[in-house]
Structures are given as structure tokens and as C-alpha cells.
């Protein structure tokens, strides 16, 4: 079955520790997306990627870094969590731009 | 530049009634449009979409929605909620210029009375 996977679905990490969020598609998709939501805030996007080694920042500016190895995977990292990273993250994937996102359930990062 | 505006933050609804959740948005051209459903917790679900054709698009869940080129409008209808319609919703906007970015409005929360 298609889908896109995000692990964990909730994480919990102290100040100053390196964390990656994953994002798996299965669906082939070539371009993938990382949102950040807040509570009752609108989605903002961070980073995203139309292919293979190929990467940009979104219109949020952000401290995490993406990568984009290979089609199916595209993870996130921060290299030192501070508590101004606690949020959701949504990742995403499409095909063409006229048939919408398929997102992730999310990863809920609390910094402490 | 294109944006999206949901006028309603909340929403309250009884259940069986009707529901319309407002959504404009500004872009030069006509632009893609989506809705998409938020259950507390979950990653977002696509409701339906438009892009080219009749103005009047059926989604999933009984959820239909107008494209008016004139109000620059894209509402979500429902005729009858149902208890498990609870949710957050998003407008979301896409250009047709080739970059594939969504923009998204600052989401709608349904609550359902019983």
C-alpha cells in the first residue's frame, strides 16, 4: 500500500541533543516537503525537495537541515534541540503540483 | 504573491445541520485549490481539490466545494455533520507556475455538537 511514514510519532529530548525525523513515501513521488505547525497556527513550509539531491529552504527560516539520498527517504535534523524546536512536523510528498499532498501522521518534538 | 484566508477560527455546529467553512484566496491566475481535514494528533487528509473544470467538486466524507473565479472564494459545504466531522480544516492554494509550494490559511476547528 502507498504511503508516507514518519517516525517517531513523539519525541521527547533534552537541550543541546542532536535529533533526526524521518520521512519514508512509497509512492515514487519525486518532490517532498517539510512543514512545521504550532497549535492553532497555520502550516509553514521549511524545507522541500523536487528530486535526488536536490534541496531548498522553504519560507520559514529554520536551524533543521534536510538531505535527499535516495527518492523514498528525505529526513530532517537538527543538530542541537533547543526548546524554541518544540513543534510538529509534518512531512509530505507529491507528484504533481495539481494533485495535492499526501502528509505524514507528523512527529511531535517537545524540547525540554 | 498568493495567500489564503480562512475568516473562521472556530466553528460550531449541531450535528445534522448544514456546515459551510469559508476560504479566499489571492493569486493572479487560477490557482490550485485543496481542502484538507486535521483529526488532533493526525497529519493532514485531502478532502478534494480543483483544478481545471466544473466548479463544483465532490470530495471524500460527503464534502463538496465551489470554486467562484468572481469572490475569489473556495467554500466547503456539507449538507448534514456528523459527530466525527470534529476536526481542523485547511484551504490550501497552489500555483500553476510550476513550483509545486502550497500555501495554507490558519485552518478552521469544527466542533460538533451531539
Redesign the interface.
Known sequence: EADIY?TPRYLVIGTGKKITLECSQTMGHD?M?W?QQDP????H?IH?S?GVNSTEK??LSSESTVSRIRTEHFPLTLESARPSHTSQY?C?S?D???????????T?LTVV | AQSVTQPD?HITVSEGASLELRCNYSYGATP?L?W?VQSP??????LL?Y?SGDTLVQGIKGFEAEFKRSQSSFNLRKPSVHWSDAAEY?CAV???S?????I????T?LKVLA
Do not use: N, P, V, W
Request: hydrophobic share 25%.
Open positions: 514518519q518532490k516537503y512543514y492553532g497556527m497555520e502550516l513550509l522541500y523536487y522553504g519560507d509534518l509530505a507529491s504533481r503540483g495539481s494533485y495535492g499532498y499526501t502528509f505524514g501522521s507528523g511531535r | 477560527i490550485y485543496f484538507y494528533g493526525q497529519g493532514l487528509q485531502l481539490k483544478f485547511f497552489g500555483t500553476t510550476g513550483t509545486y509550494k502550497y495554507f490559511g490558519t485552518g476547528r
